[in-house]
């Protein structure tokens, strides 16, 4: 299991696999490359994957609390693309 659980057994500290994915979005350009390419480097899952790891990861409160910039920056930038893809759906379908 990847995530630490209390006794309740409801979430309270983030992972190793969190952390290091937490540190991965903060530096990840400075790699160069695609994104992509590093992803599959680093922690030997596709992109898809981890994007599903980090989606879920930045709803937790443990997230929040780690690193509140860079969890709210990613948010933002996830909900930017749902807006955009809900025009674009609106578009398409008028």
Known sequence: MDEPVNPTGRTHELSAR???ILAFERAWWRRGGKKEEAIRE???????????????LIETPA??????????????????????RADLLRRHSS
Not at 63 to 82: F, S, W
């Open 18 to 20: 969190d952390l290091d």
């Open 42 to 56: 680093e922690f030997g899952i596709s992109a898809v994957r981890y994007y599903q790891l980090l989606g879920a």
């Open 63 to 84: 997230a929040l609390r780690e690193d509140p910039m860079l969890v709210k920056r990613l948010q933002r930038l996830r909900d930017a693309r749902t807006v955009r």
